[in-house]
């Protein structure tokens, strides 16, 4: 990932990204759209860029928009005939099918209440029609995926989940030496902690909520201070 | 006279039962036919003819290459550290050409050479040469090659070839 970035505003035309779309495919992201042969940013932040061809723009956001593939966090909210209706921070709630778990069968549906929390993949993003969520991968099994028991749960910015699931993201592995935790993120700004006692819990969900404001540079400085935050 | 109507199959014959495949077909055909004609007056030239250099991928985990959210550090969910555990020995099995080499290439090459050149060399002697030094080399590795084959009684209580 490139580190000198350029702030871009909606409605500006990405020059960058239309040269680099001369000589190659460009995979445009979140915030950019493509106008005819010109390319405008819809949305306003640093523009990003992946080696090789990706670009997308990295704004400030805390509502989530569905797309294929993510894996959220959700709460149920209720059970309609079939399905779950979930809460995953979008505009719509999600549904979730009581067969999309591990070993569900007509007779043996899983245990859901309203106020559980699912670790789950969006199966299906569409504009028109509601998100509908899974969990369980391609082989039918559970995976990553299911219930969060237990834990302490907590709502952020979009972009907080995204800084900690970077691979090179150095605050979990600085967490990792205070003390031993079990953390989901969801991309739709949602992490649920877990820790053996709740005052270490609620110290890391406190260490996890300081770097809400944190760019790209200054995160190695505040994942030296992270230990501070979890003792007051 | 060649009629422009495509031939079709009734539907007595797609609902026999092994025609359940060709049903699917058909029906698909049709399906595609109705949809093409429902939007052909909308598509121009230009939509269908026109090829981008652009993808849109509307997702930031897939655009940013992030991982799964789903972790555990120091013994707090076994189950979910094995899991992570494999993911990680499978993300590197395919990155191995990276790992440094015990063996060098040089070292490989040279192994190499020392265990099979004799054979490889002889061979490609053999295709260079010429019929007297075949002839002649031929009766010199093994003489008794010369000798007509015949079929030799096996041994009962031995399960070594011996060739004398």
Not at chain 1, 27 to 52: C, F, M, Q, Y
Not at chain 2, 10 to 21: H, N, P, T, Y
Request: with cysteine; charged share 30%.
């Amino acid at each position: 990932m490139s580190t000198n970035t350029s702030i871009i505003m909606p409605g500006e035309r990405v020059t960058i990204v239309e040269d680099a779309a001369k000589s190659k495919r460009i995979i445009l992201g979140p915030g950019l759209r493509r106008v005819d042969e010109k390319v405008v940013a819809t949305k306003a932040g640093p523009l990003r860029h992946k080696e090789p061809n990706t670009f997308w723009v990295d704004n400030y956001q805390r509502r989530y928009v569905p797309a294929r593939g993510d894996l959220i966090i959700g709460i149920v909210k209720a059970r309609a005939g079939d399905l779950y209706r979930v809460d995953i921070g979008a505009a719509d709630l999600a549904s979730i099918s009581y067969l999309a778990f591990e070993a569900a069968t007509k007779k043996n549906r899983p245990d859901l209440n309203p106020g559980d929390l699912l670790y789950a993949r969006v199966l299906n993003a569409n504009a028109d029609i509601e998100p509908e969520l899974v969990c369980v991968n391609s082989n039918g099994k559970r995976g990553k995926l299911g219930v969060l028991q237990d834990g302490f749960f907590f709502k952020c910015s979009l972009n907080l989940g995204r800084l900690l699931l970077r691979e090179s993201c150095p605050a979990l592995a600085a967490l990792t030496e205070e003390l031993p935790y079990e953390i989901a993120v969801g991309v739709n700004g949602r992490i649920w902690v877990k820790a053996h006692s709740t005052r270490e819990t609620v110290g890391l969900a406190n260490a996890i909520m300081t770097l809400e404001q944190a760019g790209y540079a200054e995160i190695e400085k505040i994942c030296g201070n992270l230990s501070g935050v979890m003792q007051a | 006279m060649p009629s422009k109507v495509k031939p079709r199959l009734s539907r007595g014959v797609l609902d026999m039962k092994f025609m359940q495949r060709t049903k699917a077909k058909v029906a698909k055909e049709d399906d595609d036919e109705q949809s093409r004609a429902l939007y052909s007056n909308e598509l121009n030239q230009k939509m269908l003819n026109s090829n981008s250099n652009f993808i849109i991928e509307p997702s930031y985990s897939i655009c940013a290459g992030l991982i799964d959210g789903r972790l555990s550090f120091r013994g707090m969910n076994p189950e979910l550290e094995r899991l992570m555990e494999l993911e990680l020995a499978e993300k590197q099995g395919r990155t191995r050409p990276d790992q440094p080499k015990d063996i060098t290439d040089q070292e490989m090459a040279e192994a190499y050479y020392a265990n099979q050149a004799p054979a490889a060399s002889k061979t490609m002697n053999k295709k260079f040469a010429t019929k007297n030094e075949f002839n002649k080399r031929k009766s010199n590795d093994n003489p008794k090659s010369q000798k007509k084959p015949e079929f030799k009684k096996p041994r009962q209580d031995d399960d070594d070839d011996d060739d004398s």
